[in-house]
Each structure stands twice: as C-alpha cells, then as structure tokens.
C-alpha cells in the first residue's frame, strides 16, 4: 500500500490495480498477497475505509473483536460497530481533520460495546490523498486497551491514595535505599522529595534511641516475608524528635521475590502526650488517695496524742503551782513540761497536714504579707542565696490565717533554699489565675474559679519523679539523718488544702523547683477582726460544772483542775452518763465542759439535750479535731466556747470564766 498522493482503490472490494502498468502488475500482486497474509495473522484490529466510512477491508482479528464475518462488514460503515454516539463523532473528526502535511493521527476512545461492556480501544488512522489532495481511503490500526487502562486506573488511584494520605508513606528496595516518599512525609519529616530519595531512612532519621538489636529484629522480619509493626522515635530535619507508629510492609514482583518495602509511618506525638497527661492524672489521683488517707491517719494519731499530753502539762502546771523553789526536783517538771511543750508543737505540725489546724482567718492581701515577710526571710535564706520579689500590682485578696500562710511561705523558701547549697536565686511571684473547667479537670482536688497564685522558684538541684511524687508525705525527705523531720513540704500541702487551695510542683534534676500555691480569691473584701485578750475574775459565786470526756487521764486532770480553781465538779465518761447525772441531781448545772466528738450521742446533741431541763446553761466545747470536721457539729472554733486541745491549764480556766460570764 503506498502513502501520501499515491492512488488507491482500496482493499477487499475486488478491484484490482488496473491503473498499473504491465510489467510491475505480478511485482504488486505478489507484494500485496504478503501484505495480506501479515495482515490475517497479526493479533491487532486492520481495516480500510472510505471517507464516509464504509469498510473495504477487514482483517481476521477485526471480525473476531466484533464477532461478525467479512461479508458481514464489507461494505457497511465501520461506525455502526460503534453504540456510543459521543464515541462516534469523536472518530469522525479524527480521521477527517487529517491533512497531506500530517496523514497520521493516534487516539484512544471508551466506549460501551453491544453486550453493555465498558472497553477502552486505541486507534492509528492514515489518510491516503489522491492527486488532487482529496482524502480517498483511510487505514485504521487499532487494538483494545481495557486491561492497560484498567491497571493504568488501578496505578493512578493507588498513586493518588498514597499522594493523599494523612500519614506519611515511603518505598525503599531491598536495600532500604528510600525510591519514594509522598508529601505527608515532607510535613512530617521536613524533608523534601529530593533530599530523601537515594537515602536510607537511617541515615536522615535516626535519633540514637534505639539499638542495633532493634533495627536487627525489623529486618530480621521483613526480610522474611513479615509485616513489621512497632514504635519508634524519629528525627525530623530541625533535629526535633517525635513518636511515631510504623507499619513495613514487603512488596514481592512477578516472580515473589521481595522487591521493595513500603513503610506507613503515623504521628503518635498527641496520643503519646495524651497518654502521659492520663498517666500523670492517675498519679496525681493516687497520690490524693494517698495523702488523703495519711492525712486522716496522722489527724486521728495526733488527736490521741493531744490528750495525753494534756494531763501530762496540765498535772506539771498543778505541781509547780503547789510548789515553789528551784530545786533538782523542780528542774526536772520543767524537763518534762518542755518536752510536753515540744510535742505539743509536734502534733500542731502533724495536724497541719491532716488539715486540722484550727484557722483564724482574715482577708489578707499577700503582697502585703510578703513585703512584710521578706525582713524575717532574708536571714532565714542567708547571703548565698539571692531572693527576688515579683508581685502583681492589681493582686486580689484571699481569706487566710496569716499565721499559716507565712509558715507555708517560710517552709517553700527553706526548702528552696537547702536545694541550693552553692548558692543561687529564690524568685517569689504573685499573679491573679483563674481557673477553667479543663484545667481543674486534670488536677486533683481543684475547682473552677478565681485564685490567687503565689510562685516559688529556685535554680537549684531539681528532683526526680519518683522524689517529686513523695515530697508532701509526713516524715518523707531527702536529707541527712539529723537535719529535718521532713514535715516542711507536709505542712505547705496541709496547709493549703485546709484553706480549699491547691498545689502543684515541676522540677527535673539540674533544673530547680517550681512551686505554684493556688488560694481561692475572697469575695468580700471585709477583714475579720481577731477578738481581744481579756481576762477574767472568778465567778461572782461557786458555779457547778459538769465535764464529760471519754479519755479518763483527760477528764480526771479537768475535773481536779477546777475543783483546784474553787468549782464544783460532775464527770462522766459518756453523753448518756451525764444526761443520767444531771437527771439525779438537785441542784443547778451552770456549765458543761465536754468533748465534741464521742460514740453514741456527741457533745452538741448533748447540749442540746441538757438545755432543754437548764435553760441558762452555758457549754465549752473541747475537741482536738478540724475546724471542719466541727463545722458539721455546728461548733464555730474561734468563739470563746471552744476550747483546742492540747490546752494549759490556764486557758482552761480562762475559758470558763469567759463562757460563765458571758462574754462574746
């Protein structure tokens, strides 16, 4: 067949080369006999047509792609075989757009054959000119493509799935040698296309946390066939380093030999931190537990502990005031009434930590108190130690004991202080907080509201966890046997919690301890004045009192204390003792002394029990328990008919004759 302006008559139509000259005509017919057999045997679809379309000639694999016979195509236009009109106009302006300068088009069409398939074909058409430039017959060569485009589509998506992926993806061969990363791993990674490609992972992105035991097990894996499925920490191109889940997976070509490795790596940095917050809440709770519990034990041991050492100072005082001189014998009662004096101090520590101080609160602004407190903590620190003040000007007021709040101040800048023993600075801040929702949520014990936040930092040593998650227990330090009881931190936790405050601590060796105190902000500014000393004479007659205390060494030394003070006395052990007393006796109970808190019926039902019959008679409440464990009692602690154990014999006294006089 030729090409360009050579003249043809087609093919298949019977018409022979009647225009050739003689001596080439059995040259031809033999060339194209060739032709022909080339044609029947080739796998591809071959036809001829003419400009309108009709076909000329039609080669084997033509008529077996569209299941019809020569006779059945020869002659008919070859666009019937196409059932997709858009298809059909598209191969019409193929072909017809051809020209003399270009003969030649290649195209590729989807369409939907007779039996409803989608097939995709791919079509080479070749116009031949007559001599006047006229199209006169085309040749098409064409093959059907649907398995290539299929695949094609398959790589395409599968391409764009991992361009699209969240989590970064990489290939390497066999050698680990990175052949492609997608743009989740830039974002991740920080590194470009081209500057990972041609590297091995571990030459970009090893951060030094795992050992070659490590990196021998994941190849040990994958190289036999297996998924390999862990965490890792990675180092990203600014040299920050992040946790991340990956999966390595073994890619086997045509004969199953593993070609390459896709590896899908997954950022963990938020499900890690998540994990950490979770881990430290549930310390954070335990620990509250924890102090919780030991402070309940150590509350109820110094509450015992108060009532022995009552009769042991109160029967010192009774002796020294019957005797009088400086003998041997004198110098020991006072021994023993210092050593009395020095657990008393004891329990009022133990007691801060099992928030059973008695407050005396006021409205107090700190700034004030700690401009205030700074002459006395100067020395206490010493010359070594540099303390810098930073207090916010607007500070809002609290309601605290003042008395405590400086112990909770002296104890945090003493701790600071031994944790620099080279020197160092001790920053003190104060600052306005308020505290949401989310943040209350993660810490124990805490509440949404308004707080002041006093600050205290130190450059010094640090501590570990497993240190900084002990620090408030009673008796719990880190110093040499002989200096410090490690009660300092355990009054601080008390303390602050007592006054419904909050306390959290950061530090890591080798970068100091930060100490944050949250206390409540005060809705009223109004300051509660302290009531004034006074004293008080003996009663205008001989009053009977009535004592009840279940601890008999306690109530022996108060009923033999104001016997000594010109009382009449009556004791029981119980509530219902003395409610049978009272019940047989003739005369009039002026006062009861009795403790608070006792099985069976306690001292309010008691009293209330009694006024009922006496109606004048006045009660002193005694009890060595919390100012809120009272508070359930209805007992306000800083009203004259309460008493704090331990007590003096002295403020025994005092008491009662303030109560029996009436005096509010």
Not at 49 to 72: H, I, M, R
Not at 479 to 503: D, F, M, S
Not at 513 to 539: M, N, W, Y
Request: proline residues 3%; glycine residues 10%.
């Amino acid at each position: 067949m030729g090409q360009g302006n050579e003249r043809k008559t087609g093919y298949g139509s019977g018409q022979g080369m009647a225009n050739e000259p003689s001596v080439k005509r059995d040259v031809l017919r033999e060339s194209e006999e060739r032709y022909r057999r080339l044609a029947e045997d080739t796998p591809v679809l071959i036809c001829t047509f003419l400009p309108d379309g009709t076909l000329t000639y039609v080669n084997t694999a033509y008529c077996e792609y569209f299941q019809k016979s020569p006779g059945e195509l020869i002659g008919k236009s070859f666009l019937d075989l196409i059932p997709d009109d858009e298809a059909r106009q598209q191969v019409v302006r193929n072909y017809m757009s051809l020209t003399p300068e270009h003969p030649a088009t290649t195209y590729e069409h989807r369409i939907v054959d007779f039996q409803g398939r989608d097939r995709w074909q791919r079509w080479t058409d070749r116009a031949f000119f007559d001599e006047e430039g006229k199209a006169a017959y085309f040749q098409s060569v064409g093959d059907d493509i649907t398995e290539r485009k299929i695949y094609e589509e398959r790589v395409n998506l599968l391409s764009a799935a991992f361009e699209a992926a969240a989590d970064a993806t990489i290939i390497t061969d066999r050698a680990g040698i990175i052949k492609w990363v997608n743009p989740a791993f830039t974002q991740l990674t920080g590194y470009l296309p081209e500057e990972a490609i041609g590297k091995n992972p571990r030459e970009i992105l090893n951060s030094g946390r795992h050992d070659q035991a490590f990196f021998k097990g994941l190849w040990q894996t994958i190289l036999s066939g297996r998924t390999w499925r862990g965490e890792m920490v990675n180092r990203k191109k600014d040299g920050s380093l992040y946790p991340e889940e990956q999966t390595i997976t073994p890619v086997r070509d045509a004969k199953g030999r593993i070609s390459h490795f896709i590896g899908i790596k997954h950022d963990i940095t938020d499900r890690k931190q998540a994990e950490e917050e979770l881990r430290e809440l549930r310390e954070r709770f335990y620990l509250a537990q924890k102090m919780e519990s030991i402070g309940r034990l150590a509350g109820g041991i110094a509450h015992d502990m108060n009532n022995m050492l009552v009769p042991i100072r109160g029967y010192v005082d009774m002796i020294l005031s019957d005797f009088a001189g400086h003998g041997r014998h004198i110098s020991y009662l006072h021994e023993i009434r210092n050593s009395a004096d020095r657990a008393t101090e004891l329990t009022k520590k133990i007691l801060a930590f099992g928030r059973g101080l008695v407050l005396r609160t006021e409205v107090l602004d700190i700034n004030a108190v700690l401009d205030e407190y700074k002459r006395i903590l100067r020395p206490l620190i010493g010359s070594g130690v540099a303390v810098e003040l930073n207090l916010e000007p607007n500070l809002k007021r609290i309601k605290a004991d003042r008395v405590q709040l400086e112990q909770v101040i002296m104890n945090l800048a003493l701790n600071a202080r031994d944790a620099m023993p080279d020197g160092g600075l001790l920053t003190i801040e104060t600052a306005n907080a308020v505290i949401d929702e989310g943040n209350a949520a993660g810490q124990e014990g805490m509440y949404p509201g308004s707080y002041v936040r006093i600050r205290v930092a130190d450059n010094g040593y640090g501590m570990a966890t497993e240190t900084r998650m002990r620090i408030f227990e009673p008796f719990f330090t880190t110093r040499e046997t002989g200096k410090g009881r490690g009660l300092g931190l355990a009054i601080v936790y008390g303390i602050v919690k007592q006054h419904r405050g909050h306390v959290l601590v950061e530090s890591e060796p080798g970068r100091g301890t930060v100490v944050e105190v949250f206390l409540p902000v005060e809705s009223k500014d109004t300051a509660v004045v302290a009531p004034k000393q006074q004293e008080f004479g003996l009663a205008s007659k001989t009053a009977t009192v009535l004592v009840v205390e279940d601890d008999p060494q306690l109530r022996s030394l108060v009923e033999k204390a104001l016997r000594a003070h010109g009382f009449e006395t009556m004791a029981a052990h119980s509530a219902e003792k003395g409610v049978e007393l009272v019940s047989g006796y003739e005369g009039t109970v002026d006062l009861l002394v009795t403790d608070v808190l006792m099985s069976g019926m306690n001292g309010t039902e008691l009293y209330q029990n009694l006024k009922q019959r006496h109606g004048d008679l006045k009660v002193l409440f005694m009890s060595g328990y919390t100012g809120e464990v009272l508070a359930v009692q209805g007992i306000e602690t800083g009203q004259d008919h309460y008493l704090q154990k331990p007590f003096a014999i002295a403020d025994l006294m005092r008491k009662v004759r303030a109560t029996l006089a009436d005096v509010k």
